[in-house]
Nanobody
Framework: QVQLVASGGGSVQAGGSLRLSCAVS????????MGWFRQAPGKEREGVAN???????EYGDSVTGRFTISKDNAKNTMYLQMNNLKPKDTAMYYC?????????????????WGQGIQVTVSS
């Protein structure tokens, strides 16, 4: 059974930094991609960043230059380093994994989700 366990998050002031972690276990595919999504109250879920099995990364426009996604294959853990946080970054953050980037967050039965982590940025 695939399990994603997220950790980190919390409350910071604008300009501060936080790091989210997401540990994956039970994945049966030889390779998979992972990503972070977020959802603010009253808004749709949006993709924040993703990282493919070969290490390629992609970022949403609103976080480019401020957030960095990475992974430690030995620990099966993905990270999201968030710097220069802004109040608009306040949201529930979710990690996800899928066997292909095209499925990540798009195809429900192929996407596994971790529990949400609250990130709150005050001005």
């Amino acid at each position: 059974q695939v399990q994603l366990v997220a950790s980190g998050g919390g409350s910071v002031q604008a300009g501060g930094s936080l790091r989210l972690s997401c540990a994956v276990s039970g994945y049966t595919y030889n390779s998979y991609c992972m990503g972070w999504f977020r959802q603010a109250p009253g808004k749709e879920r949006e993709g924040v960043a993703n990282i493919e099995s070969n290490g390629s990364t992609e970022y949403g426009d609103s976080v480019t230059g401020r957030f960095t996604i990475s992974k430690d294959n030995a620990k099966n853990t993905m990270y999201l380093q968030m710097n220069n946080l802004k109040p608009k970054d306040t949201a529930m953050y979710y990690c996800a994994a899928a066997p292909a980037i095209q499925a990540l967050g798009v195809i429900p039965y192929l996407t596994n989700w971790g529990q949400g982590i609250q990130v709150t940025v005050s001005s």
